[in-house]
């Protein structure tokens, strides 16, 4: 079955540490999208890419970075610039002409202390 | 910038009864999408409908039915029957239809219980 898979579900570091996100795409969806979910403050979008070696910032960038290398990959790096990392992020993916409609993972959830 | 509220946190209905969450958008565009996700304690986001905004017929998907008045810029979700499996949160989302503008806008969410 087609679907987003994202690793690891739970993930703890250190604070100062850079981490890596995982998410992969078997849906031969040219769009993908990573967002972060607090309580109270819904999903906000942190970057989003339509095409392969392209992306953009979303509306809460500072502090992280991505990549697009491959069609099905779009990893997520926190990095130990981001203030509040601890958070659940969600990675999803859209396809077809229109790109519609947004197709989630399963989540991560990270802590870090 | 487009925007999304919705503004109830929280949200109880009895079992095999109706309920209907609101949401509002912001938006200076005429064509675009509107979605209704729910995301149960599993924090699986699940897709229950969407409305085309040059669609005037609401959307109705089974128990889910969706009252869309665009003039108002309100996109709001119905529950008829209520049972113990809608208890999830519930996030309106906005799309532009605009060709290369892929970004989804959601709103805060509102946590729906289900009274037994």
């Known amino acids: 079955d087609g679907g987003i898979t994202q690793s690891p579900k739970y993930l703890f570091r250190k604070e100062g540490q850079n981490v890596t996100l995982s998410c992969e795409q078997n849906?031969?969806?040219?769009?993908m999208y990573w967002y972060r979910q607090d309580p109270g403050q819904g999903l906000r979008l942190i970057y989003y890419?339509?095409?392969?070696?392209?992306?953009q910032k979303g509306d809460i960038a500072e502090g992280y970075s991505v990549s697009r290398e491959k069609k099905e990959s779009f990893p997520l790096t926190v990095t130990s610039a981001q203030k509040n990392p601890t958070a659940f992020y969600l990675c999803?993916?859209?396809?077809?002409?229109?790109?519609?409609?947004?197709?989630f993972g399963n989540g991560t959830r990270l802590t870090v202390t | 910038a487009q925007t999304v509220t919705q503004s109830q946190p929280e949200m109880s209905v009895q079992e095999a009864e109706t309920v209907t969450l609101s949401c509002t958008y912001d938006?200076?565009?005429?064509?675009?999408?509107l979605f209704w996700y729910k995301q149960p304690p599993s924090r699986q986001m699940i897709l229950v409908i969407r409305?085309?905004?040059?669609?005037?017929q609401n959307a109705t998907e089974n128990r889910f039915s969706v009252n869309f008045q665009k003039a108002a810029k309100s996109f709001s979700l119905k529950i008829s029957d209520s049972q113990l499996g809608d208890a999830a949160m519930y996030f309106c989302?906005?799309?532009?239809?605009?060709?290369?503008?892929?970004?989804?806008?959601f709103g805060t969410g509102t946590r729906l219980k289900v009274l037994a």
């Open positions: 999803a993916s859209s396809g077809g002409q229109r790109r519609l409609p947004l197709h």
């Open positions: 849906l031969n969806h040219d769009a």
């Open positions: 890419s339509q095409i392969v070696n392209d992306f």
């Open positions: 938006t200076s565009e005429s064509d675009y999408y």
């Open positions: 409305q085309e905004a040059y669609k005037q």
């Open positions: 989302a906005y799309r532009s239809s605009g060709t290369g503008t892929y970004k989804y806008i």
